[in-house]
């Protein structure tokens, strides 16, 4: 799998590492070849939240790679030191500069082939003026006959809004959906 | 924060990292000296389950560290190329030898001084019948007043089973929790 063999030498003394199953383990780890010591490679969280104005979400158009010029959710990486919630406002500050009240994780997307869990909290936008930061080209309200399908940047951001209108359309609440994006 | 800053070389090249703020961030990143690559580092996924029998719930007793000897629900690290899900199996599979049909995601608690999030999914056992691995000292079954709640070896089972039996006692549905474990 491309995702792991990312380590060539030892974050700890720089040696090079060989990947070998340790005595106590079924998976072949990082080893140092000098310092013996084990380096584990793990998924890692995509944080963010689906904002809602009435009937219409927010999306930011990426001013960065990958998938520029493309539309998203407010979403990054789960930094140290934060929860997801907290790492969820981060994000759409950092990228929309929306005001928003938290509301429930809405979803837990496994996305298996690049390593990662992408979590959206639902949110309720507080006003409708934003201030995009520099990874951001553009952030603007969109009602469900407006979303460009075909211009999102991620399938876990298409999958969000599918269920989230789908929910909507049902009359449903808006529990938590658990998927693998294969 | 004792988390960051684990890297002392650079895992490409093996040259020393430095912490620095690359150009187009805010955070201090572990830097190569020698070839400029930046290497991140973010919370990872503990994953687990919530094995019920009946009245009874399935926990198991470390036989390793941290906490050798303590009880926990089995869990562990979520792995490369794997769901929550498959790892929520696997490891019960790998820790109790215990059969389930995986239910619903049930916790998501963040654990931001040691970069985690524990996810544990509850679980029907389909027998009573366990075959721990050498992970664990034992597989047994407990009622709720029969929990060893002083000898539980992390808050994060502590706060899953006292969710449980709470929404057991009061005819909840055995939807989400989320909570920040401080």
Redesign the interface.
Known sequence: ?F??R????????????EYRVPA?DN?ER?TCTACASV???????VVGTLPVWGDQVLLCKRA?EPRYGLWTLPAG?????????EGARRETDEEAGAQIELQ??YC?L?V?KV?Q?H?YYRARLLSDRFDPG?ESLEARLFREHEIPWDELAFRTVRETLQRFFEDRRLGREY??H?A?IG
């Open positions: 799998m995702l792991t990312r380590f060539k030498h030892c974050p700890s003394c720089g040696s090079p590492v106590d998976r990082a380096h584990y490679e793990n998924p890692i969280n960065i990486f789960l930094e140290l030191g934060e929860t997801s919630a429930n994780l837990v496994n298996v390593g869990i979590m520099p529990l938590l658990c693998d």
